[in-house]
């Protein structure tokens, strides 16, 4: 993957902006991805939001060569003032991608630069906050972007079939559908089956606090 960590152009460290939530849910997703992850590798974060992420965890896996990007183009100053804040150097500045658009509006420079080369793809919190379109878009730029035996990890809640769901994710999901209609907590089984349906594999589900779930996923090899 190419770097795209230039520090060159010294971002405001005022722009950085803050999503409560990240510094609950920063430790545990860290604890996962050390874990599960291959020794080193490169990491495309999809919609990485405030930066607070890449910065945090990224920092903390130094071996991996960490991507991040964004869908709305106003905070790629607050994820480049988070970068520059850490001491890290393996963190790049983000990108544009928009998962409902083709090849998740790469162009042919970039699709060469992804397709089937990136280790792992992280993303958090997007699909309930977005139309299924968009996780479809996910997942099907997963599947192009992902070497073979890649890993995707997709973080957020989910409603489970024989799992009694919390009251707070019923809450949740009644005030996502009231900001739009075309937005709530997915059916983990439509996820995984529309993950299996693009050759990727749910093979971990890791219970994570305040009743969210991180989705763990593998690229399967093609026979
Ligand atoms: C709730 S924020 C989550 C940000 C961050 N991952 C986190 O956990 O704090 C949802 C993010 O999804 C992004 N998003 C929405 N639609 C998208 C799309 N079509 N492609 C990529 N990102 C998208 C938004 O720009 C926003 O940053």
Request: charged share 20%.
């Amino acid at each position: 993957m190419q770097s795209q960590t230039t520090k060159s152009s010294p971002p405001d460290p005022d722009a950085r902006r803050y999503a409560p939530a990240t510094k609950r849910n920063r430790e545990a997703i860290y604890e996962i991805l050390k874990n599960n992850l291959p020794e080193k590798g490169t990491l495309l974060e999809v919609a990485s939001g405030t930066g607070e992420h890449a910065a945090w965890i990224g920092s903390r896996l130094p071996a991996f060569t960490w991507q991040t990007s964004e869908y709305d183009t106003n905070l790629f100053p607050s994820i480049k003032a988070h970068i520059q804040a850490t001491e890290a150097n393996n963190i790049s500045v983000p990108i544009h991608i928009d998962v409902a658009q083709k090849d998740w509006g790469f162009g042919k420079e970039m699709n060469v630069e992804f397709q089937n080369k990136t280790d792992v793809i992280l993303c958090a919190n997007m699909i309930h906050i977005a139309p299924w379109e968009v996780a479809i878009g996910l997942i099907r730029g997963a599947s192009k972007f992902l070497r073979e035996n890649g890993l995707a990890f997709i973080y957020g809640p989910f409603f489970q079939n024989d799992v009694e769901t919390a009251p707070s994710n019923m809450e949740f999901d009644r005030w996502l559908k009231e900001q739009d209609s075309s937005w709530g907590i997915r059916q983990l089984d439509d996820v995984k089956n529309l993950a299996q349906d693009h050759g990727l594999l749910l093979n971990k589900i890791h219970p994570m606090p305040a009743n969210n779930l991180f989705l763990q996923l593998k690229k399967i090899n093609k026979t």
